[in-house]
């Protein structure tokens, strides 16, 4: 026994503290132990608060874009639709689709754990079960929401929101759990990777959009006399406004879907979902310049968007170059797009098909070429392996989201109706409907 | 004495460490108890400071909401009085309402502390003393701009701002003293329950509003040729951005409310405030459609608003069901409200007394029927001796309120006038006053 | 040797816990260590990257104010420029600014590290290198927007971009260096002292501001016929969103810059800012109203800002009474100001140099009149040195920004021309180069 060294330590103790008091230190470590994973979590769940926040955020931001792009007289029927469906999201998903998405016996397809929110049992360090709910309700409406916008100025609102309810309480939480649920898409070999949603929510939505204009068919005179006609949106500003606030609540939807405050990924992600705006932006303007001649405003913001949904399956994957290369290609894309749907007839008010369907498949394969899952990458399976796997969850997301959805809006359509009839167009939905008018700008003189 | 394990216990430290680290130990744990205590302040401070950014931009929802509703002739007066109501509400807050909401020495009725603030001495372990001023101003300040909506297009700017700082200056900070100072309300024998302020807040301002519309009278026109005339608001998309950035601030609103960032009430508490927002939107849909056979944008706005003041007062009491329950009543509730008082010619510009009244009341009663306060619920008072204690303090905040601004108002009215003249009235604000108009949207062709 | 101590010492532990796992703690200690230091670094993290987000919507705030403001003819044009700016200015900070701005080997005036981010090595305990970077970038794209404003409605796009392109990547990140990056303004005998920027953001954009309309001249009309002519703005509700919006990221602009989420000083500075704002409206409106006899919302708005702008170089240096009275004079400087500046025929669109450029040279002065920096402060230097090293800062940034600034804008003036014809600005800048209009609100009758 090595008493000089039990002197000094008896001796270094009762200078400081009683030995009781040292003895007391297992607890208060103890104590201490707990209280630090409550400050924990209470950390990581503040993060993920704030991320429910300025997602909810993102449906003022698609109001404000369909608002602005789309013709003043139909303002008050697009925010009627923008402003119910994240209402009815939420109480869909909260009834039908949580369940869904996230059953509580993960694998399965059709594990359906009842109508409501029942809540997984076990809890998470980063975030509380009614967290994790809102979180994932606000992503669920964003999805509804792409395909408003594309069907705008011609779709009847009561089909509208058959197809909404049927498209959250089914469709997506169904493609949803088999990649985020624990479903078959996370457990292939090559597990397919969509960080935040570029297919799961984004191209998802983009296919929903894409079978509700091919069933609705293009607005009277987009077409006519040969050539592609613009309606002027009622307010640029509005859509600009949009825009802004997309990539605002964008920081929470990609840097939410960390799922945790880790600092290091969290920040990397903010970075490249900014970069991938950025370049966004600035390729769509170069894009639009180059085949329109025109400082074209439109291609920017929806670049911007553009190039936001391309970062959003790889956020956490890209270095900062990466993000910026994919900015640039899914700028440059979203223009191409679009002129390619007009060349199909497919009339898209706002162009939510080429940001969400395009730049969201874009996005997804940029997984398989960029970053540390791509070409020249570190992972595993980078490169080919995993760009199969991509190709793979894009295809059959894709095949489930487009064959559900025309399927929808081809049986509303041979029901109740799908379109409004063609005097009712072209007096334009508010007056008809609504009863007011979208902007009252008058002034006696 | 066990010689044995002393050995052992000399042994295994030796191997790991020096007798005198582990000496040490007790002085690291309390170390890091201290930062571990800081890292909790810090934490629980962030998300309060959250909330006060959240609520600030309330104020702008408001703004949005106001003037969107209003017509455009009015539109520089409303956003000049919505403006400087949060600068004079924060200044007039912090120069006497802080001293008289929070006395230094609880328990008073009149415990002032004086000019400027005081700030308590005391610590609190989740936030700082200015944050907790500085959110407690920002409540404050959205009190007095719920009154604006109501009185807008017909009252002078004088008049208003004088109300303005009377109101915030005293009704406001000593009713709101009563039950968050730790006044009589909340040592009632059954307290009264109002987590965020559904009476405190809503239904005082709610009371404002009223007294602000029974002594001015309706706008030239509204009951003419015994019918109501609704008057076009300026831009719709300005007032939905308003209803959005209002609910986008409740999760401030309520969220911050818990005074920390303890992640079971908090989320619970954002969830209640999304689910009861969402069912209003429904709700009022519905109603409005019942009522007036048409899709009414207004009374979906209304109807969100409407259900956000409601959950307010037990937003932390309920279930999701009652969340949803309590937003389906108030957005039904708001649409029967306005029509009421359209009967009584009570001309409310905005609805503002239906949302923040009616709902406010509504509300502060649903605590003693749902959720754990209520009936079938399990705190001590539940159900009929809690809902006694609701009417109770909504009756007594509701007759100060109410009897303090009609006096105010009638005081003024007698004075120096509370409504501009019927000339400048019909020519709209703007012109006379300010000098400018909201809106210049003209091209030469 | 103390064997009574010690018998105690065993005993005590014996009963609780086994020695071993005493001997354990000090393992156990060290991990808690670790796992605090990350929580803290969390936490701060957490708290930067709100700020990231706040700051990034204050390009939505110009956007709003600019549009706002100006003519409806110029509406596109001006939100193509600001939606632009933040997407090239964060690539161009990414690619060279950052470096220049946050040379790896500090104190140097060159000590560049080559193009693309080279971040730290060196990690904070407050936030990640990643956050830095993106906070930084964000600041460095308000910078330009400020001159944006100024020069709206007779600038040529092409000119403008070259001019933020070099204004990003020269002169901001090098004079930021000069304070932010370890520069030598950092460390005078008596330190430069600017927060959060009101010279090196606020009056660096300023002053290129003030080149810009030097070099560019008034827009056609503005002095027409010996006086001032006011051309109304498109929508004076889109400029008070700017505002609200501005004043809503300020939270993150100064409460950022702390560079943690320290709560004292965090919620100190936001109370100041606050504050600030609040006297600016009321400073705003009553210099106006002495000045030119009506309620001026534009005077309001303005006010804000440039009680935003004067609190934010001594933000964390001021009690709530220092930040009324700053708000006050700026609020009241920011009309004087405006006014003088059109006794010159300096044509500001939007009176940014009012707001950025004299209120920032009065909040940077302030710093050495009122706090603990200033008269009968407690800082070392507090009074006149302080004051003097202010004035140098001011001088030394101001002399460079605006130097360079004319130079550039004289050389793009001189070689492609930096203002569109006449015609070109008659016409309004929409119709020629982006083909489409701000505003359509038409309906058929």
Redesign the interface.
């Known amino acids: 026994?090595?008493?000089d060294?039990?002197?000094?330590?008896?001796e270094?103790?009762?200078d400081?503290?009683s030995?009781?008091?040292?003895?007391n230190?297992?607890?208060?470590?103890a104590t201490?132990?707990d209280?630090?994973n409550e400050?924990?979590?209470?950390?990581?769940?503040?993060?993920m608060?704030?991320c429910?926040?300025?997602v909810?955020?993102m449906?003022?931001g698609f109001?404000?874009v369909e608002?602005?792009f789309a013709?003043?007289?139909n303002?008050?029927n697009i925010?009627?639709k923008?402003?119910?469906t994240?209402?009815?999201g939420?109480?869909t998903f909260?009834l039908i689709g949580y369940n869904l998405m996230f059953p509580l016996e993960k694998g399965g397809v059709f594990q359906w754990s009842g109508f409501?929110?029942n809540f997984p049992t076990e809890e998470s360090s980063s975030?509380?079960?009614?967290?994790f709910?809102?979180f994932q309700?606000m992503f669920a409406a964003t999805c509804a929401t792409i395909v408003s916008g594309a069907v705008a100025e011609r779709i009847k609102?009561s089909g509208y929101f058959i197809f909404t309810f049927l498209f959250l309480g089914l469709a997506y939480p169904v493609i949803g759990m088999w990649q985020w649920g624990g479903g078959f898409l996370s457990q292939m070999e090559v597990p397919f990777y969509d960080f935040a949603g570029s297919t799961i929510v984004h191209s998802v939505g983009g296919w929903g959009a894409l079978a509700g204009i091919a069933v609705l068919g293009p607005r009277i005179g987009k077409y006519a006399n040969g050539k592609v006609n613009?309606f002027?949106?009622?307010?640029?500003?509005?859509a600009?406004?949009g825009?802004?606030?997309l990539?605002?609540g964008w920081?929470?939807f990609n840097?939410g879907s960390v799922l945790s405050?880790?600092?290091?990924t969290?920040?990397?992600v903010?970075?490249t979902t900014?970069?991938a705006?950025?370049?966004g932006?600035?390729g769509g303007?170069f894009m639009a310049g180059l085949m329109f001649k025109?400082?074209?405003?439109?291609m920017?913001?929806n670049g911007?968007l553009a190039g936001l949904v391309g970062i959003t399956a790889g956020a956490d994957q890209m270095s900062?170059?990466d993000a910026?290369l994919i900015g640039l290609i899914c700028g440059s894309l979203v223009v191409v797009s679009a002129v390619t749907l007009d060349k199909f007839k497919l009339d898209d008010c706002v162009g939510a098909v080429s940001v969400h369907l395009t730049c969201g498949i874009f996005g997804t394969l940029a997984v398989g070429i960029f970053g540390d899952m791509g070409f020249g990458g570190t992972a595993e399976n980078a490169g080919f392996p995993q760009l199969l796997a991509q190709l793979k969850g894009i295809g059959i997301c894709g095949v489930t989201a487009f064959a559900f959805s025309y399927a929808v809006f081809k049986a509303i359509d041979a029901t109740i109706g799908l379109r409004v009839s063609a005097a009712h167009e072209k007096?334009?939905l508010d007056s008809h409907?609504?009863?007011?008018?979208?902007?009252?700008?008058?002034?006696?003189e």
Do not use: C
Request: charged residues 10%.
């Open positions: 026994m090595n008493l060294l039990l002197n000094l330590f008896i270094s103790v009762a400081g503290a030995l009781e008091s040292v003895a230190i297992a607890q208060e470590t201490v132990n209280q630090l400050t924990i979590l209470t950390g990581n769940n503040i993060w608060m704030i429910i926040a300025l909810f955020i449906h003022l109001a404000g608002a602005g013709q003043a007289k303002t008050v925010l009627f923008n402003t119910l994240p209402a009815i939420l109480l909260a409501g929110v975030y509380t079960a009614y967290t709910f809102l309700g609102i613009d002027p949106g009622s307010s640029v500003p509005l600009t406004l825009v802004f606030l990539w605002f920081f929470g840097g405050a880790d600092p290091a969290v920040s990397l903010l970075v900014t970069l705006a950025a370049a932006a600035v303007a025109r400082l074209d405003l439109g920017v913001l911007i900062m170059l910026v007096e334009g409907e609504h009863g007011i008018r979208g902007y009252t700008i008058t002034y006696d």
